[in-house]
């Protein structure tokens, strides 16, 4: 995990602000570098201070990979490329990758910026992967290799990567989103690419779009547009212009026989297409088209020893051990002798829901035994009803806060922050504010689920930290979180981010078995599992069960459809700058290219029991469990997790963390 900010500008270097540091340094404690680098333009029809460009790379790491922090930007000394790097490469091209990713993507964009810039390319391996018409366009046939590794890279990341030889910007981010990356296109024609920004300063930033890898150019030729022409940066913020040239390139749909469903089209450019001379290969998603089959049977049915829960068992198996294994100590632990016990280094957003106690599940029979977990669930203290559940004592009635799920679904229109809060909160006395906590919903169903890891894996140490929030430390952390989320502005964003920042802090209460009390605690985990993606794979929404008893099948698979291609835009970067902020990172095991392109290729009726006979189910000896993502609870099953897989999914709901 790493903080990156970027700037292109045209009257000296852009540097980040001294708050932008911070909170740079916030998501990247280990290590902080600055590099500029200073471009002649050559452009005589501008004044001479005004013809260099000026590029400056702000980098910070959180080193969660290989055994010794690697600082950034990377730099190569030979051509003066630059790479920023804010990701996790899990596999290039299908291996494995080991050690310090960062470096491992640098080296490979290298060689493809290099080689194929510096000499024709007419034989050998390299050809291959460029189409033959192209091999006379050097700069356009190394751009094509280095797109492909772009491609070939499974994991999340943001980047910005300088390609010193042939003078261009390559950014982006993998195309979930997983990792935030913002834009701010400056009034006097900056370009600013941040992970994180300074919103109280009153600047308008955008989310860097997921769909595309986005081009700058800095080389000028006769086809080109002057350099000083203004280019709209893209459709939704075409006001703001800047004096680059963008060029989009979209990431397409991966078909059946894996290969793209348009192949060679031209690129959607916002400048002359005669300047970029010809066809690109555009980037192919990792996983295809949702598989929209319709069961021929009707009276199919899924049970336990269907391929698909012994498929998926394997796919998360893998998924999970990506991002579990080989986590680096803290600095500090390092130096511990063999005798001391191992600090804690995966921690699981934690609700108790099917998704994260299956991800708690699998990460069980990973990880060694003298590794405990840390299993994260928050409450929030919500004063109107604890004011209306004071008033109603005389009717022994018990006062509700609403815990808030990491696991939400936010596609809502909501009101924007400007809505006015009560400035104090009602407080109970402390057995009272106890109990309120946990009679909340996730609460519940949290210590339920701890309890049967427990049960099922007693080996290991599962330590539930009950991360309880009374109104007055929301309101205190407000301004905070509102800098974090821009640009997002509404309600929903606001209560959502609360659930994940205070998450991601991680200080909470747990209980000691011998005191028989509590006792406070924070979690040294650096690595937090989010199970986001599961309701969107398998049919988990209130929602997809409504379109099936609506329109059937096709209504159902529609809806999925919409899901699927929403995931992209689920706003994943707003959630990584939250949770960023505490130096943790969010690792979506769901949402392993893998897993996906098998889940995403699975017949309808191997995912979910919509349609199947509940009756059959019980006179045959398999469990009786909701349809709703019924792979994913059979899997659970055979794990042992029988109550969480029988847990019924709650109706999605706004969380309540304001007065």
Not at 485 to 512: C, K, Q, W
Request: charged share 25%; glycine share 8%; hydrophobic share 35%.
């Amino acid at each position: 995990m790493c903080g990156i900010h970027f700037s292109l500008g045209r009257n000296g270097y852009v540097r980040p602000s001294r708050n932008v540091i911070k909170l740079l340094q916030d998501r990247g404690p280990d290590s902080l570098q600055i590099h500029t680098v200073r471009l002649g333009s050559h452009d005589h029809s501008q004044p001479e201070e005004k013809r260099d460009i000026y590029l400056s790379f702000t980098s910070t790491v959180l080193c969660l990979r290989g055994d010794h922090v690697k600082t950034q930007p990377l730099i190569d000394a030979k051509s003066g490329s630059v790479l920023c790097w804010n990701g996790e490469a899990w596999k290039y091209e299908g291996n494995s990758v080991k050690g310090n990713d960062a470096q491992v993507v640098f080296d490979l964009l290298l060689k493809e910026s290099s080689t194929a810039s510096d000499q024709r390319i007419t034989s050998g391996p390299e050809c291959d992967r460029i189409p033959p018409e192209e091999t006379t366009h050097p700069p356009q046939a190394s751009l094509n290799n280095i797109l492909a590794v772009i491609k070939s890279v499974s994991g999340p990341f943001a980047f910005v990567f300088y390609d010193a030889t042939n003078q261009r910007i390559l950014y982006g981010r993998d195309c979930l989103g997983r990792r935030s990356l913002l834009r701010k296109a400056a009034d006097d024609g900056d370009l600013i690419i941040s992970s994180v920004c300074d919103a109280l300063r009153g600047d308008v930033w955008v989310e860097v779009g997921a769909e595309n890898i986005y081009l700058v150019n800095l080389t000028l030729d006769s086809n080109a547009p002057n350099h000083n022409d203004a280019i709209a940066l893209d459709e939704s913020n075409a006001s703001k212009l800047i004096s680059c040239r963008i060029t989009q390139i979209p990431w397409i749909s991966k078909g059946k026989n894996g290969t793209s469903d348009m192949g060679l089209v031209g690129l959607r450019v916002f400048i002359s297409p005669l300047w970029f001379g010809g066809l690109i290969a555009l980037q192919v998603l990792p996983f295809p088209h949702l598989n929209r089959d319709l069961p021929r049977n009707r009276t199919i049915a899924l049970g336990l020893e269907a391929a698909s829960v012994i498929e998926l068992k394997q796919e998360l198996r893998d998924s999970v051990r990506l991002r579990v294994e080989d986590v680096p100590d803290l600095p500090r632990h390092r130096m511990r002798t063999s005798s001391e016990k191992k600090p804690t280094k995966i921690a699981i957003l934690f609700s108790g829901g099917l998704d994260c106690a299956v991800v708690a599940r699998v990460a069980h029979d990973i990880l060694p035994l003298e590794e405990d977990i840390d299993l994260i669930n928050v409450a929030f203290e919500n004063p109107r009803v604890m004011k209306a559940a004071k008033a109603s004592q005389a009717k022994q009635e018990t006062p509700n806060l609403c815990s808030v799920s990491t696991n939400q679904n936010n596609h809502a229109t909501t009101p924007t922050l400007a809505q006015n809060l009560p400035s104090t909160s009602t407080h109970f006395h402390d057995s009272e504010e106890a109990a309120a906590y946990d009679n909340c919903p996730d609460r519940i169903t949290g210590k339920a689920s701890v309890t049967e890891l427990q049960k099922v894996c007693p080996s290991r140490t599962w330590r539930f930290v009950e991360v309880n929030i009374p109104y007055s430390e929301t309101l205190a952390h407000r301004n905070t979180v509102i800098t974090l989320i821009h640009p997002h502005n509404t309600e929903m964003d606001l209560s959502i981010a609360y659930a994940f920042y205070f998450a991601a802090r991680g200080i909470g209460i747990v209980h000691n078995s011998f005191t028989h009390g509590t006792v406070p605690y924070t979690t040294p985990a650096r690595v937090l599992l989010s199970g986001l993606g599961a309701d969107e794979l398998f049919a988990g929404y209130t929602r997809h069960a409504t379109a099936f008893s609506r329109h059937g099948f096709p209504g159902l698979l529609d809806e999925l459809e919409l899901e699927v291609n929403r995931l992209g835009k689920r706003n994943l970067g707003r959630d990584d700058r939250v949770i960023s902020h505490w130096g943790k990172e969010v690792r979506f095991p769901y949402l392993d290219e893998s897993l996906m392109d098998w889940a995403l290729g699975c017949p309808i009726w191997e995912k979910c029991g919509f349609g199947q006979n509940i009756a059959g189910d019980a006179a045959s000896g398999e469990p009786v469990i909701e349809p709703g993502k019924k792979v994913l609870r059979l899997l659970a099953w055979i794990l042992g997790m029988k109550g969480v897989a029988r847990e019924k999914k709650r109706a999605v709901r706004k969380p309540q963390v304001s007065g």
